[in-house]
Antibody, heavy 118, light 107 residues
């Protein structure tokens, strides 16, 4: 059974940093691209990062480019999201997702809450 | 970026009704569109991938159609457990973008 378990969320002040983790199990982690998505309170979903299976390429939307960094450690089956210069608009539930888009391989964690407030 | 215009944003229907939700991308995305269901307090789950392919374990009352710039999710006979918010996702171009969601409730 595929499992994705996020951690590292919490309440932080604007301008600060936070690093999220996602531990994967139940599939060959090193074979799949991994994503982070987020969902602001009572809002829609936003894709915020992609890392290729081997960590060779990363992609972001403009809303987080230059502030967020996705990385992975395939020896630990773990995905990370380092978030810097956090803003109030970054307040959201953050989801780790193992997706091979366009195929049935599509798994999401339960999410971790990040709140940015003074 | 591709803007996904999803409608309606809210839908109230009765058990047994046929329900349709629409997504219109701002440009051609071929058939690279997924549909997701999100129940309250849960992560999204995949219903349909690449326009019309039903995910394993999803009831056959769910179906998808369309291409290019006009896509539809259809629930042929609404069941109480279908109360949820539904999102479309285009994965033709990065950044991948979602529709704003359709909140489906029982009348």
């Amino acid at each position: 059974e595929v499992q994705l378990v996020e951690s590292g969320g919490g309440l932080v002040q604007p301008g600060s940093s936070l690093k999220l983790s996602c531990v994967a199990s139940g599939f060959i982690f090193s074979n799949y691209g991994m994503h982070w998505m987020r969902q602001a309170p009572k809002k829609g979903l936003e894709w915020i990062a992609l890392i290729f299976y081997d960590g060779s390429e990363m992609y972001y939307p403009d809303s987080v480019k230059g502030r967020f960094t996705i990385s992975r450690d395939n020896s630990k089956n773990t995905l990370y999201l380092e978030m810097n210069s956090l803003r109030s608009e970054d307040t959201a539930m953050y989801y780790c997702a193992a997706l091979r888009l366009g195929t049935p391989f599509d798994y999401w964690g339960q999410g971790v809450l990040v709140s940015v407030s003074s | 970026d591709i803007k996904m215009t999803q409608s309606p944003s809210f839908l109230s229907a009765s058990v047994g009704d046929r329900v349709t939700i629409n997504c219109k991308p701002s440009q051609n995305i071929n058939r690279f569109l997924n549909w997701y269901q999100q129940k309250l307090g849960e992560a999204p789950t995949l219903l349909i991938y690449n326009t019309n392919n039903l995910q394993t374990g999803i009831p056959s009352r769910f179906s998808g159609s369309g291409s290019g710039t006009d896509f539809t999710l259809t629930i042929s006979s609404l069941q109480p457990e279908d109360v949820a918010t539904y999102f479309c996702l285009q994965h033709n171009n990065r950044p991948y973008t979602f529709g704003v969601g359709t909140k489906l409730e029982l009348k």
